[in-house]
């Protein structure tokens, strides 16, 4: 368990420190910005916007990620029930869209920007290359944390398991069969425990791992609405944002679900993950008289960031979401709930598409 405190530890300064870098692009601009309306009565509109945002989305957000959790007091919520895999399908759908529609174009128009120099920005694809390095980044931490924890475990459990063994070479031959019998017995309840362990080791990690990813591009989200100056260019993005973060917080809460973290646990990833994009947003409102988002440190930053975050939810919602759930024996043998689960997907993923034209 205090491995699993000093994972969420390292997390939470990890994405503090993110937190801080947009301070660090608000230097000289090195291309000229589109007009935008500067009067007092914009300003002033806009910052309402700003208020009406970061209420909202504090609300979708906190609201999202709680309905999974309610499995303890709602049945239907509840992991072992048909509808839990019809939600998370949909909330893997609603992910898969982030990172494919939402954040990976934003990365390309990034890296890609007139603002930055020919070279070496526009001689190679940089969003697809940081993509790819960080989705293999996460399978091999998503790795080495699920093996770390089996061995950690297992060599705790052997010392136990050696000493009857040799208390078992100095007994009688009838006596030895009958501990071999309870030994046996014994054995298969350590290999189911150990199996249980093993996934519920891997529902962590994935619930870390996809948080983190989700917080980068809120981050930077909450920061580009923030500093934004235009109110009809904020005004579409409350509400597209609103409901951006509630089919995100329904992921991010049917991992936290099935990792069954303690309650202490439970309440700093909810309220991490609900307070991001206000933070961000309120950040981005303190630098917006200095930050310029065609600034080109801006736009490398926040463009690899947004390549870093595009592969990090794109590999979580294929391969520990989807697969996971697609390959489970439990859906392979019950056709409706596999055409549910597929009707699911595409709705999630399709509803958050939609959402692209706004957001």
Request: proline share 3%.
């Amino acid at each position: 368990m205090d491995d699993h405190k000093n994972t969420m530890i390292s997390n939470v300064f990890l994405c503090l420190f993110f937190l801080c870098l947009p301070l660090l692009v608000s230097a000289e601009c090195s291309c000229e910005t589109e007009l935008q309306e500067n009067n007092s009565n914009n300003k002033i509109k806009a910052l309402r916007y700003k208020l009406a945002a970061i209420s909202s989305i504090l609300l979708s957000s906190a609201l999202g990620v709680s309905v999974p959790l309610l499995g303890k007091k709602i049945q239907i919520f509840r992991p072992e029930n048909n509808i839990f895999f019809l939600i998370k399908a949909f909330a893997a759908g609603v992910i898969l869209s982030t990172g494919f529609v939402h954040i990976l174009p934003d990365a390309y128009e990034s890296l890609t920007s007139p603002c930055l120099r020919e070279k070496p920005w526009h001689d190679f694809p940089f969003t697809g290359l940081v993509a790819m390095v960080s989705a293999m980044v996460t399978m091999m931490i998503d790795s080495f944390a699920t093996s770390f924890y089996k061995i950690s475990h297992f060599s705790k459990a052997l010392p136990v398991n050696g000493d009857e063994e040799m208390r078992g070479e100095h007994e009688g031959h009838v006596h030895v069969h009958t501990h071999a019998t309870h030994g046996h017995a014994h054995g298969s309840a350590i290999a189911s425990h150990d199996s249980g362990l093993s996934d519920l080791v891997k529902y962590r990690i994935v619930s870390q791992v996809l948080e983190l990813g989700i917080v980068i591009h809120s981050v930077v989200i909450g920061i580009s609405l923030g500093a934004s100056q235009s109110a009809k260019t904020i005004k579409p993005l409350v509400a597209a944002l609103t409901f951006h973060q509630f089919f995100e917080g329904m992921g991010l809460g049917g991992c936290i679900s099935q990792a069954k973290f303690k309650s202490r646990a439970i309440a700093v990833m909810v309220l991490f993950f609900s307070l991001t994009t206000p933070m961000g947003i309120g950040l981005g409102i303190g630098i917006s008289r200095i930050y310029n988002d065609n600034n080109s440190r801006a736009l490398i930053v926040e463009g690899i960031f947004n390549s870093a975050s595009a592969g990090i939810l794109i590999y979580m919602a294929l391969v520990d979401l989807l697969a996971a759930d697609f390959m489970n024996p439990r859906m392979q043998s019950n056709l409706r709930l596999q055409l549910g689960s597929y009707l699911s997907l595409l709705l999630g993923a399709g509803c958050m598409s939609l959402l692209a034209k706004w957001a």
